[in-house]
T-cell receptor, first 115, second 113 residues
């Protein structure tokens, strides 16, 4: 296993279109996180899963955003009716929840450009 | 609410010079503290972390950071920078071990030859 992978790496879309991103975590990791990073900012938390359950959603995650992790492995993040303000890097991270601290490992991100 | 402040948006140093990147956090208790590095087109890489104990922590690539409780600071240092250190550096806090990470806005490091 080479780490967290994300697909696609880049996505250009027109305003109003729907887009879906995929994240494959490190195989034994039960926690999966989504963050968004806009230009000149640090990553901001969007949501996270423990196994299949979505445990927390940020207020940044508007109704147009939906995330799933149906089998507790890979996750998808869908944005409906994209807006120019959605242009950002979407980062996925995974970790193994346990008794001790477990590092969140980040994927390379999906860069979304909304025209 | 907890927050992380990195007061320097850009820093430029000459290759071989020493480096210090500043970070202050706001939180009632001592959170877990981190420094990440992000190179263009790359994901975030953890440089070092502080949980408790010795306030001077060593990381990868020759970086170290010092936790100062009285100043709520966690500054990153390197005695001699290399051109390959040019990247964006993020200070971050983590309230609970499984919770979300809160990042600062980042400091972009430029290296002069």
């Amino acid at each position: 296993d080479t780490g967290v992978s994300q697909d696609p790496r880049h996505k250009i879309t027109k305003r109003g279109q729907n887009v879906t991103f995929r994240c494959d975590p490190i195989s034994e990791h039960n926690r999966l996180y989504w963050y968004r990073q806009t230009l000149g900012q640090g990553p901001e938390f969007l949501t996270y899963f423990q196994n299949e359950a979505q445990l927390e959603k940020s207020r940044l995650l508007s109704d147009r955003f939906s995330a799933e992790r149906p089998k507790g492995s890979f996750s998808t993040l869908e944005i409906q009716r994209t807006e120019q303000g959605d242009s950002a890097m979407y980062l996925c991270a995974s970790s193994l929840s346990g008794d001790s601290y477990n590092e969140q490992f980040f994927g390379p991100g999906t860069r979304l450009t909304v025209l | 609410a907890q927050s992380v402040t990195q007061p320097d948006i850009h820093i430029t140093v000459s290759e071989g010079a020493s480096l210090e990147l500043r970070c202050n956090y706001s939180y009632g208790a001592t959170p877990y503290l981190f420094w990440y590095v992000q190179s263009p087109g790359q994901g975030l890489q953890l440089l070092l972390k502080y949980f408790s104990g010795d306030t001077l922590v060593q990381g990868i690539k020759g970086f170290e950071a010092e936790f100062k409780r009285s100043q709520s600071s966690f500054n990153l240092r390197k005695p001699s920078v290399h051109w390959s250190d040019a990247a964006e550096y993020f200070c971050a806090v983590h309230m609970n071990r499984d919770d979300k990470i809160i990042f600062g806005k980042g400091t972009r490091l430029h290296i002069l030859p």
